[in-house]
């Protein structure tokens, strides 16, 4: 019986440390001991790479928003890498480029999107490297934000702001994204981030590290930075607006995605060798254990259970209100899987689906693997 509350205790410390323990004392320790970037206004040259398959719904707008960047003209390349599109995406680009000289079309095989990204950074020249998805409008001055960063010799990898527009659907990503993107303020005033963003990111070509085709770079290229004495920072003035997933069914496909994508790295413990402490911490509080979130709640949900009326009445009781607050937290979700207005029923019906996916994303990679290529999340063009 020790052993089961053992268990339950570990497990509950574990949750409550992961989603609200961990930010506190992130936020907490990075105002003890901050680690600022020596911004300053540089221009080097950027290649922005904008990896995309069958987009040609967004495409044509989606470059002329590049073009129409705060950055000198001849500093700045646009390559669209064609992950096999096989749709007008290709028509559009090349309309486009033979206008301006400063895109250019990369038609790839069907390989992923990090190959695509891999080979039009072996066929171009920049001292900076920028990346972003089809589906993304960057603010005018959203590049230059990201390259003040680089100015400081010890950053090689900057992450922008990804800023949700509402879709006027059920999805309550936002709220979470908010709350994450606070994480990761504090995070990079620490000294690096876990994690990055597709939708807009810059690193250094001399830090550029070609990874494998089942991995991406939003995780694998910050821990690996920090691995090699480098740091990965976050800049919030460098925004990107993107459209959430309709509706919370639709973010859950996407967390699957994303969570069996970026499990190689924790499955393997590569992401934990050679960094300092502080950031290994970091590393197991924000990402291992939250890929694991839900596999610890089934472990918290089963010894409770077990533990109900056993043992002296007052811990008896004190197991049977935590099994209350678990079950009342379940018909919560149920609540808001059905729409009824509930203060904080979709709150809790957004939790349950991530959780969930965290069960299906470990489950997927551990039957399947990760796949190479990537499909687009529903809603969000």
Known sequence: MLALEIVFWTSLGLIVWTHLGYPLATGL???????????????????????????????????????????????LEIVVASDGSNDRTHEIVSEIAAREPRVHLLACERGGKTLAQNRAVRETGSELLAFTDANTEWEPDALRRLVENFADKDVAYVSGKLQLTASDGTNREGLYWRYELWLRSNESLLGSITAGNGAIYAVRRSDYLEDASITGHDFGLPFRMVQRGRRAVFEPAAVALEKESRDLEDEFGRKVRMITRALRHVYTGSMLHRVPPIYALELFSHRLLRYQTGAVHIVL???????????????????QIALGLQLAWLLFAAFGRLRIRIPGAGIAYYYLLVTVATLVGNYRFLRFGTPTVWEKAEGTR
């Open 29 to 75: 320790l990075a105002r003890l001991r901050p680690h600022p970037v020596a911004k300053a206004r540089v221009e080097p040259s950027v290649v922005l790479v904008v990896a995309a398959h069958n987009e040609d719904t967004v495409i044509g707008r989606r470059i002329e928003n590049l073009l129409a960047l705060d950055y000198p003209a001849e500093k």
């Open 301 to 319: 949900l089963g010894t409770n259970a077990a533990l109900v009326g056993v043992g002296p009445s007052g811990r008896g009781l004190v197991y």
